[in-house]
């Protein structure tokens, strides 16, 4: 019952703000960034609670790409995944990782000081951007399948050769 409340609360400041804003609707933002788990943090900064969620998840997908532009130290499983990229597929990984990076950096003004306006200017880019880049993320995971695929292929046929 408390969570229902807690995530209630969060949606009613969160429609505030978002009419002052002209932010994105909360379930696009729950949809995309899974933001109705900040419901259990009490803030009066429901905007950077919110933006600092969304980070998490382009983080991650920072870190991801990192790994794959540079597999020195990566699991020998991303070597098989990876072998198989095209200089396209290259330029893919790398127009995603500049878009993600830029939000790194943006990330280190706001948390320099706050400032709400930019808070919300914040979250709607990365809203609005976010669908292309997880089309993005989709068509690189898809050559990871295909090259993983490929690979598992190849070492099926060489102890049945």
């Known amino acids: 019952m408390e969570?229902?409340?807690?995530?209630?609360?969060?949606?009613?400041?969160?429609?505030?703000?978002?009419?002052?804003?002209?932010?994105?609707?909360?379930?696009?933002?729950?949809?995309?960034?899974?933001?109705?788990?900040?419901?259990?943090?009490?803030?009066?900064?429901?905007?950077?609670?919110?933006?600092?969620?969304?980070?998490?998840?382009?983080?991650a997908y920072l870190r991801f790409i990192e790994m794959l532009l540079n597999p020195s130290n990566a699991p020998i499983f991303f070597f098989s995944a990876i072998k198989g990229f095209t200089s396209s597929d290259k330029k893919l990984l790398e127009r995603v990782y500049e878009e993600l990076g830029e939000f790194e950096i943006e990330v280190i003004i706001l948390d320099s000081k706050y400032n709400e306006k930019k808070e919300a200017e914040f979250i709607?880019?990365?809203?609005?951007r976010w669908q292309s880049i997880s089309e993005e993320m989709l068509k690189l995971a898809e050559i990871m399948k295909r090259n993983w695929k490929q690979k598992s292929g190849k070492s099926e046929r060489g102890y049945f050769g």
């Open 3 to 59: 969570e229902e409340s807690a995530l209630s609360e969060l949606k009613k400041d969160y429609e505030k703000l978002r009419k002052v804003y002209k932010l994105p609707e909360f379930s696009l933002l729950n949809e995309d960034f899974d933001i109705e788990k900040i419901a259990q943090n009490e803030t009066d900064f429901v905007l950077r609670e919110i933006r600092r969620h969304m980070m998490e998840k382009v983080i």
């Open 124 to 128: 709607s880019t990365i809203s609005s």
